[in-house]
């Protein structure tokens, strides 16, 4: 669509229209795009064609408010005065670290098989696996230095 098109649609629909306007409601009849909508009413405005003659809360929650056009000269309505909300005072939680879970407290939850295992890995006494390294030097310690006896 040219941009002619999107302002002849834009005044036609603001001509018929016997109430004010919002801009989503110029949008749904026109089928233009918000931006372009606004884009023409403001320059609707600048050449004295349309004007804001109202103002319609839109977010109450947010205060938030939204220009009521109309087609015609006149003079634009002033902005309201947003009211200023008291704001909450912050929760503050206390929060208490837990202590890690034990195999006690965990095990309740475990499988039957889960259980056998675990009890399996816990019950190696230290000492009784061999671990074996490639070349019998363990690469995790540091190098260990000879002793001279003098």
């Known amino acids: 669509m040219g ?7 834009i005044v036609g629909f603001l001509e018929q229209q016997r109430c004010p306007v919002t801009p989503t409601e110029v949008v749904a009849g026109t089928g233009s795009s918000m931006s372009i ?14 004007h804001i003659s109202g103002w319609k809360l839109t977010c109450k929650r947010m205060g938030k408010w939204t220009q009521l056009w109309e ?3 006149g003079e634009d309505a002033p902005r309201p005065v947003a009211k200023k909300v008291a704001a909450k ?5 206390e929060v208490t670290p837990k202590p890690a879970p034990t195999t006690d407290d ?20 230290e000492g009784a696996h061999k671990t074996i390294f490639v070349g019998g030097v363990n690469p995790w310690l540091p190098p260990q230095t000879a002793h001279i006896a003098q």
Do not use: C, F, W
């Not at 941009?3 to 649609?9: F, G, L």
């Not at 909508?37 to 349309?50: F, G, I, P, Q």
């Not at 889960?114 to 190696?124: A, E, H, N, P, W």
């Open 89 to 93: 005072r912050p929760v503050v939680l």
């Open 106 to 125: 965990i095990r309740p939850r475990m499988s039957k098989v889960t259980k056998r295992r675990v009890g399996q890995t816990l019950s190696i006494p």
């Open 37 to 50: 909508v606004h884009r023409h009413l403001s320059a609707m405005r600048d050449n004295e064609m349309a």
């Open 3 to 9: 941009r002619h098109t999107h302002y002849k649609r």
């Open 71 to 73: 087609y015609g000269q």
